[in-house]
């Protein structure tokens, strides 16, 4: 049957998201979180020739880093940071000692850098966790719409050598995974210092329990660690480290 312009359009989509979902069903990594730590993190394994698939739940990726500060659009990071930056395309400058971006600039960059090395998936909530063995196997994805409508519609399931958890503030998938484990897995993260919130949110990156990694300020939700505001090193450091952790586990495994 020929198709007028406006079917042959939706046609077109249906089609081409189609064929990329069903093909990020069963990936190396599953990324939840799009914030900054995130998007580097799924960034890095892709470009080492990971299956990676991000999925966000709103719908644009970026997480905080729009707002900069109380919604100004600046961004700052510490001076050790100018190599990553460069690497990611991304226009700086220093001042002091600090290295300060344009934080609609850089949001773009990095999504843009993702999206070249995984499949970035907006619009999609984890509402759980695929387990097996006692180890987690995969996340349950659903529309971000029908989870925020409150309509009683099942998800579909992405299977995983490794899941990361970059929710941010929330831990969330951390949080599910304590809920089956009965094991308190999430501290809270304590109150606002920068210089001990960058270092710590690096220094703690890595794995929770078999299958679950997390990265950004999930970091320290789940350790305990400072919250450290409007300064990102530490975000783009977490994500580049667990990076390296997973990449390094999945050798070894393989």
């Not at 995984?118 to 006692?134: K, P, S, W, Y």
């Amino acid at each position: 049957m020929n198709m007028g312009l406006d079917a042959e359009i939706s046609h077109v989509i249906i089609e081409n998201y189609g064929r990329i979902l069903a093909d990020s069903l069963s990936v190396d990594v599953a990324v939840v979180g799009g914030g900054p730590s995130g998007l580097v993190c799924a960034g890095r394994l892709g470009d080492e020739g990971l299956r990676v698939a991000l999925f966000e739940k709103r719908l644009a990726p970026g997480g905080g880093i729009w707002g900069g500060g109380i919604g100004f659009s600046v961004l700052v990071f510490p001076e050790d940071l100018g190599p990553m930056l460069e690497e990611m395309g991304v226009d700086h400058e220093k001042q002091g000692r600090f290295i300060v971006a344009d934080a609609v600039a850089c949001g773009a960059a990095l999504i843009a850098h993702a999206a070249r090395h995984a499949c970035v998936f907006n619009g999609f909530t984890c509402e759980d966790l695929l387990m097996r063995r006692g180890a987690v196997a995969g996340v349950v994805v659903n529309s971000s719409s029908i989870a925020a409508a409150g309509l009683h519609v099942d998800p579909i399931s992405v299977e995983a050598r490794v899941v990361v958890d970059a929710t941010g503030h929330d831990a969330a998938l951390v949080a599910l995974a304590a809920r089956h484990t009965d094991k308190r897995l999430v501290r809270g993260q304590g109150p606002m210092n920068a210089a001990a919130g960058e270092k710590f949110v690096v220094k703690r990156t890595g794995q929770v329990m078999p299958g679950l990694y997390v990265c950004g300020m999930a970091v320290n939700a789940v350790h305990g660690g400072a919250r450290m505001g409007p300064i990102f090193g530490g975000m783009f450091k977490s994500g580049a480290r667990c990076a390296e952790i997973i990449e390094e586990a999945l050798q070894g495994s393989s």
